[in-house]
């Protein structure tokens, strides 16, 4: 099920959620235990685009988390930007279909069940809209602070101590490897 909460309501209860404001050019980030760049093995990028929803819904199960809120770091809206590919009409149209509307720019809170197909259409976004907001997502008890860039790396940072001891053993039950590099690119 995918919930949407208003940017304000939103932003109330999660104020360290990283934000940029173009406008004063300041960049907000919450204190970072550790941070990981994680990525999968994959043949094409629809195939990768499918895992990396399974693993993600993997990996959150088992740090015990049920359910994970994206939100743009900036005010753009959801679907701010038209695209003419396949992947991503479908993406819109998902969004769409979740009443996701062209002026919405808050939260979308998605549970685990659902979250294999919202990454699919989430990744699909992210990889050919190039003016969409950097967006971050979080769990309800704000452990964690991820992101997945253009190429489909998960961008993660724990939050705090507690949480990094159960990451490292919960990672080795998915397919996901470790970069080694400070960036994926």
Not at 25 to 48: C, M, N, W
Not at 71 to 95: C, E, F, H, I, M
Request: glycine share 4%.
């Amino acid at each position: 099920m995918i919930k949407k909460i208003s940017r304000k309501q939103f932003l109330l209860d999660f104020p360290e959620i990283p934000q940029s404001n173009y406008k004063t050019d300041e960049y907000t980030f919450p204190q970072v235990y550790d941070s990981y760049i994680l990525t999968l093995s994959s043949k094409s990028a629809r195939g990768h685009a499918k895992l990396l929803g399974v693993e993600l819904s993997k990996l959150m199960a088992n740090l015990n988390i049920n359910n994970l809120s994206f939100l743009g770091d900036t005010r753009l809206p959801w679907l701010y930007q038209d695209n003419d590919y396949s992947p991503v009409k479908q993406a819109l149209q998902y969004l769409s279909v979740n009443k996701v509307s062209k002026s919405f720019n808050g939260a979308l809170n998605v549970d685990l069940n659902s979250l294999p197909e919202f990454i699919i259409h989430f990744f699909w976004l992210i990889r050919c809209n190039a003016a969409l907001p950097y967006f971050n997502f979080t769990d309800t008890s704000f452990n964690i602070v991820g992101s997945i860039c253009q190429y489909g790396n998960v961008h993660l940072s724990i939050l705090n101590e507690e949480t990094d001891e159960v990451f490292e053993k919960a990672l080795l039950q998915t397919k996901f490897v470790v970069f080694d590099d400070n960036s994926c690119y």
